[in-house]
């Protein structure tokens, strides 16, 4: 006759009360029980047993650009972390000067001719968001002009 080993009573073979393991007379389970892990399926009580996986996520490195002269900012330390006297190193214009920049950065951004065509373009799309307001005023003026000029003479 070979030696027969009987296994430890496991939660799934205990008899249950409104689905959760009777483990003994003294302890019924309670209304106030604040584990989630009684009111889960038997199947999925190892998925919430085990520890939290933590994970950081890296943050997009965003360069800035400041409006004044073209200097690309795209150091280790984010922009945002950067103190409030912080001055372009180039013009010296503060830190609300600086907008966020967009397309890709180059290892030689910040070459003064680099620069100085960036600046011009930044001027030009500058110039174009200024007269707009003024352009849409003087559509305004004309069409008003053409009202009033053609029920006056129909």
Same mark, same amino acid.
């Given at each position: 006759? =070979? ?8 939660? %799934? @073979? ?11 007379? &003294? *302890? &019924?389970?309670?209304?106030? @029980?604040?584990?989630?892990?009684? %009111?889960?399926?038997?199947? %999925? ?6 520890? !939290? ?5 890296? $943050?997009?490195?965003? $360069? ?10 795209? #150091?280790?330390?984010?922009? #945002? *972390?950067? !103190? ?10 503060? *830190? ?5 920049? $967009? ?12 620069? *100085? =065509?960036?600046?011009? #373009? ?9 007269? +707009?307001?003024? /352009?849409?005023?003087?559509?305004? /003026?004309? +069409? $008003? ?10």
């Amino acid at each position: 006759m =070979a030696l027969q080993v009987k296994a430890p009573p496991t939660l %799934h @073979s205990l008899p249950s009360i409104n689905g959760r393991p009777f483990l003994s007379g &003294l *302890k &019924l389970p309670s209304f106030f @029980s604040g584990s989630l892990n009684l %009111h889960l399926h038997p199947n %999925h009580f190892h998925l919430t047993s085990t520890s !939290p996986r933590i994970s950081m996520r890296v $943050a997009s490195k965003q $360069a800035y650009i400041c409006r004044d002269c073209g200097y690309i900012y795209n #150091d280790r330390t984010p922009f #945002d *972390k950067l !103190p409030d006297n912080y001055f372009c190193p180039v013009c010296g214009a503060p *830190k609300r000067r600086f907008r966020p920049y $967009a397309p890709s950065v180059t290892k030689n951004a910040n070459d003064t001719a680099v620069r *100085k =065509a960036r600046k011009a #373009d930044i001027q030009r799309d500058e110039a174009v968001g200024k007269a +707009l307001p003024i /352009a849409i005023g003087v559509g305004v /003026a004309v +069409l $008003a002009g053409l009202y009033f000029y053609l029920n006056t003479k129909y």
